[in-house]
């Protein structure tokens, strides 16, 4: 049987109309004026709220290995806290480590995702090792697998990194291929001098791990990023979690010029600080440990990102979702913050943490939608199935309470962390009911979804280049 | 009996998919998935259609008295041409000239429209004299008058212009009430004395027009806007018909600092040149005699404006309509360029034109609908009713054909003018259904509009600032 | 009898090296190796002194009629209390004012200072109508007069003001007899605006004509005048008293692009605060009252401006002595700023205050050399009879002991003002020996000039053009 | 016997004036008012010539060992050739290689130096491989060697190269020591990529050198070492052989931003391009392999380059003379241009070519003796013994001829080349006569120098940085 979501306000990217939806088994099927709708459905009360497309959180890293440890939350638990948060699909970052084939790096990400998740899902694929074999692995995955993003890393020298040669090499593939380059824009050569040189000092708390990873060397690498990029014939470029203002003038700086670059930040990087968090007293900094690392509340970032959302030269809001626990994970680097896992777990909260700026007057309603929904499902082909509510979309949908307001705490959440970053914070604003393909999960704070009911979902190229 | 346009993709600002579209009476009732929607209705095919909102053009002058005479087309004829063309919404320049009450200007453009137009139609004003009782007047008219938007001129001393001081009094109030500034930023006291002494040295042909307008003077009222603008504490400002790569900077810096700063371009400025148009032999130039003028085709204006689309440093695209017949009308400026009426008409073939930016690669097909329809209407307050196709909307919907083809010409166009700006032009792409508040207009070619069919609308304040 | 300076560390634009200087009569005429100089000649002992040229203050206002009274220092008084300060050489305002013929103002000028004067001193033109005459007059006084260049007012409608037409002819005679035109960036417009408005809200106070002179507008301004700069075929542009950050960058820009922009700061705005001065309790702001303002110390215009001078898009630092005692002068603006005597006397100051610089580390001592002395008289066609230590320049040279220290105060200055803008502030550093042309007008603190020894110094075209 | 240089018109970096100039032995000791001057010594006739310092050129190879070959002068006859150029003084590179002991490299160079060189030569340090012990030599070499600036390469992996850490930890250690950081500024890595796909797809010609060589990869790495030396707490920072705009933006940025950010151009940026030289017939563009290459010419960097030796974003213009034959040198890579050896030969030219540019207008007769001599003394601690014409400064001099004209050919050129970079080129002025430490090394075209005159000059610390 049908269901008519009755009485709402849809909010779109452009704009508001008051109008009811109708969902026909997983999809949309048709949008009415109010009121003109059929009668013999299932009716679903939206009246006083935002019916918005589902949330795309395109930056999650469930059960990433890192620093002898995994991130804590699975395609399980992160996937049940992303829906009761009002995501409703995820792009989850797939990795080929150095002298793994890229192939059997993808293979064991469906291994863990397959089953597990309560919201549709697609991957991204991280390169740890850019050679012939990979080159020619990125053309398969864009033809065959519905993988059109790679990423790779300019920080972490013997890990993940990549040198210049083999950025060059990439971005050129990614820009026949058609796929997008995603980048960890941080100097990693130049950051490990710092960590090496403040550990001797015994400069080991927490805050250091910010202190040594300075703005310059995060907008050094944007810069560069940009201009790899130029040089490889304008491929497309994603900058992840950009988290500085001299970063952002980069990315500015380069749409104004015209070219294929795109940024998102994260929550963080728009309401935390390095000194309120992440130099907190005695080892409670390893909370907010992420790299970007949270900056100066003393400069103006969380200034500049605010106005970089608005005017577009940020483009996505992710989380970055990298949960560690204290106990046992975060823990591993007492006396010594280069060994503390970098991460912050936050899939639930982003829809929420986004609307605030909507209340605060930072952010129109409208862009709230298209930074948490729209774009993210534009820039990674997964539009018009995911971002939007129109006839023949999945039914993906979101009802949103302006009227209600949620607290956030290590108690109530369902992430599978042992704190919070935002503990204690309340805000305006309140999931109220989340659809995923036509099924309720959530509804007036319970849970109804089941592991197993979100899919892969198979990407297409961007439709957002210019 | 209601209608269904079947078959057919409909186009957004975000994206694409096909769906079936549902008018009963002058609205939008409701979208559906393809082949879902009721079969007891008249039916338009729009196989291989795209389905896009009717065009919205921000700037045009009907009947404007200029230099002894007057635009040459009427409400009557401009709008019929307009539709013609997918235009089913304007918005022209009410006038208050200097010494005149505002509320008289207003009434006198009122007779000239009402019972006239083709389709619906909206008023910006002009502000000819910034005084006392004109800063009042601002408010009523957003109050009671549907308008929201007020024009100033930075050139034209001595007819239309306005010193920094009115102008920073008008941004105030505009700050106030919620207007939106719009303005003509030239340095008419400076470009007055470079006419001069042109006029003196014996320059006289049309190509001189352009020449004593430099991109710096355009550039440099450009960024004195803005400056004046920030003083008003950020008054929205939206500077039109923008034509010069200089000033789009001004215009980029101020948006890449979060400013509420918007610009239009006209198609002149994105296809048309100093060298090919306005230099034609002896005085055919005339018939390109606008202002700001059109620039040198040996620097980048054309490739800089088109990025500027792209990255929404400009966010419109408007005619600028204001037509003048080469016979008795251009004709005034033999021997003296300044004698020449200042103006192109295009009311017809803005939405074609911009097609072809889609062909050329210039432009995605999303953003070819935000700038011709969406967008404008969002900036100006007409939004939801018109610039997007959604239950609740009025039915102001085009049917585009991407497989046809337009051939302009002053033999075939509907604007009451003896010659084209675009003479011989033949493009891709073809309007081919037009429909204005569930009335069909044009279809297969042929008119089924009238006289009066279209009516006023007030406007509420923008919804696009940020 | 000739005389030696021996024993010091001559003090170049580019360096220092230990000479020794012999004067013949009013002139410089041999440089020697330490100790390998005349034996027969009268010493003076330079040990331990930097021997520097006479400093050249390029922008003084000797008894200025401003708002109903004149600026308190004659060309008998303020040219000795220059003459104490280490400065040798003024280049004081003569004043066109509106309708008046410009011969007649220069005239005037001359009669002031005719055998009154303590130092040389050279004149600038002050137009304050431009019209044919005027422009003709332009090339009388280059040719003819020693007066190659000419100061032009964006702020003040009604007295000196210019509108961009005006402006425009100037630049374009300038470019042409290859005078440089000095520009009063203020947007004067504008600021009536804001000033009228904030009188009208009762804010009266000294402070409030900080307020209503934005930054911003000075921005624009300066934007302004180097645009019109450029639509005069490059005409060379001097930007006087520049105070703000943004103007600063308006400067930067356009000397990264190669024009024949200059600017000029004063010690006030590389010292002095809106907050700590002009906001001082009571009326005490009023001897603060100067245009352009002094800025927010909030902001970074300090930091900015002595990085301005270190980069050279700061060249030139004057004083833009314009004194006016408190009694009868200032206070006419009791209860109403805006007709406070705009002016600060600070001709005495101007070489300690930037020594004060070299001190903080903030300015290289080669640097300071060149800021105070060679950079304006090579500005200003005044080199190289001033502003450098050769053989044939000159004999204008100041002795400065880096190991004294300067105390100023109301008390012991020289200039005719009840009070100081600097009153008790105590600096590293002090003029010990002043000579100019020869003569010891100052040595051991006392006096040794007289009233006449000054003269007219007419100038040549500038010789800093690039 | 003393000498008297007599009649000539001394040019300085702020300005002219007719002087007579004392020698006596290798040292200036008395500059004299024309005629002032002792009558009982040896006259030199300087009679319509100019008098500047002796050319300083801070950028020579001698003797480098290169792909398999050595640059083909020795310090023998490329000193001599100096002579005969006006150029009185270089600074070359010793060279430590990868692996190497920093001092045992600095004594190669002074073995390779030592009574060989015709006239003065200092050195700076090419570090090959910044370790614990490379940097514990930069400061025995500042402290002891009189060596106080440090070359490093962003460009050729696994021969110069040093990673971003290596940079960084090199800037700290400069910062604390006084030194000047000097870049190779050309991202390496990526390079590499471009050159083998190059010749895989075989284009081996000398052009495409060039093409895989783009400014976008010059601008990123002078981007990227303006900001490590940022990190650095703002390490000085000189960037060699500057070539394009884009660089010369990145380096204006930081100089605006008040950075003790320098850079130095060569000849053939300002002349030459990558289509008329390095795109030369056959393999003759081998003569123009050098890294950075040349420039297109349908770009703007000759005029930028000009531009930027104006506003003083550019400093000093060096040669970067590292000659090699075509024949048995530059023929090593026939069929495969990664294999040429890189440079140019022009240290013999340098103060001619530029002087050119003072004859086309683009640069003052000042800013001539700025940049080839008195720049690069002050910049690299040779200032006030070179670089000025000043008692107690070496006699360095240098009459030049403005009367006269210049040849340059393969077949008159003192530099040991079989070919001319130049070859053919006239321009005007005309070295007359040169004097090193008092001695006439060129007179009337002959040659009065010898081997071994020339000495190892111990260099200060920069005496340039603000
Ligand atoms: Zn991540
Ligand atoms: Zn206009
Ligand atoms: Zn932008
Ligand atoms: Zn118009
Ligand atoms: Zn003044
Ligand atoms: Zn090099
Ligand atoms: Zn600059
Ligand atoms: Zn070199």
């Known amino acids: 049987m049908a269901t008519l979501i009755k009485g709402g306000s849809v909010v779109s990217a452009t704009g508001r109309h008051p109008a009811d939806v109708l969902i026909d088994g997983e999809r949309i099927v048709a949008l009415f004026a109010p009121g003109t709708g059929p009668q013999d459905v299932e009716i679903i009360d939206a009246t006083g709220k935002y019916v918005i497309p589902g949330g795309v959180d395109a930056h999650t890293h469930m059960e990433l290995p890192f620093g002898g440890t995994h991130a804590s939350d699975t395609f399980d638990t992160g996937t049940r806290a992303a829906a009761f948060g009002g995501t409703t699909t995820i792009v989850d970052f797939a990795v080929q480590r150095t002298g793994e084939v890229v192939q059997d790096g993808l293979a064991a990400w469906h291994a863990k995702a397959d089953g597990e998740a309560h919201v549709d899902y697609a991957f991204h694929m991280i390169l740890g090792g850019v050679d012939d074999d990979a080159l020619k692995a990125m053309d398969v995955l864009v033809a065959d697998e519905g993988i059109t993003s790679f990423k790779l890393f300019m920080a972490y020298p013997g890990v993940f990194y990549s040198d210049d040669g083999q950025i060059l090499r990439a971005m050129q593939k990614a820009r026949d291929n058609g796929a997008m380059i995603m980048m960890h824009a941080e100097n990693g050569p130049a950051i490990d001098v710092l ?30 990023a940009i201009q790899l990029a130029s040089v490889a014939a304008d491929c497309p470029l994603y900058i992840v979690h950009l988290s500085a203002s001299k970063a952002l003038e980069a990315v500015a700086e380069a749409r104004d010029a015209g070219r294929n670059v795109f940024a998102e930040t994260c929550p963080q990087y728009l309401y935390l600080s390095l000194e309120d968090q992440l130099g907190a007293p005695g080892f409670e900094g390893a909370k907010w440990v992420c790299s970007t690392p949270l900056r100066s509340k003393h400069e103006n970032h969380h200034r500049d990102l605010w106005k970089g959302l608005r005017s577009n030269d940020l483009a996505v809001v992710s989380t970055d979702h990298c949960p560690f626990c204290m106990k046992d994970q975060k823990e591993l680097g007492v006396g010594d913050f280069s060994k503390i896992p970098n991460g912050i777990g936050g899939v639930e909260h982003r829809v929420d943490l986004l609307y605030q700026g909507v209340v605060d007057g930072k952010l129109s309603l409208e862009r709230w939608v298209e930074t948490i929904a729209t774009t993210p499902a534009r820039m990674f082909g997964l ?64 849970y109804h979804g089941r592991k197993g009911h979100g899919r892969y979902v198979k990407r297409g190229l961007s439709t957002y280049l210019h």
């Open 195 to 224: 960590v090496q040189q403040a550990i001797a000092r015994g400069e080991t708390a927490p805050y250091y791990h910010g202190v040594t990873r300075p703005e310059a060397l995060e907008a050094e690498a944007t810069h560069r």
């Open 383 to 446: 539009y018009p199935r995911k971002g939007v509510i129109a006839p023949g979309s999945d039914a993906d949908i979101v009802l949103y309470d302006p009227a209600g307001r949620t607290r956030i705490s290590a108690e109530t959440h369902h992430m599978n962390m042992d704190h919070s970053a935002w503990e204690g914070w309340e805000i305006a604003g309140k999931v109220d009911t989340v659809i995923s393909r036509g099924t309720v999960l959530v509804r007036d704070g319970e």
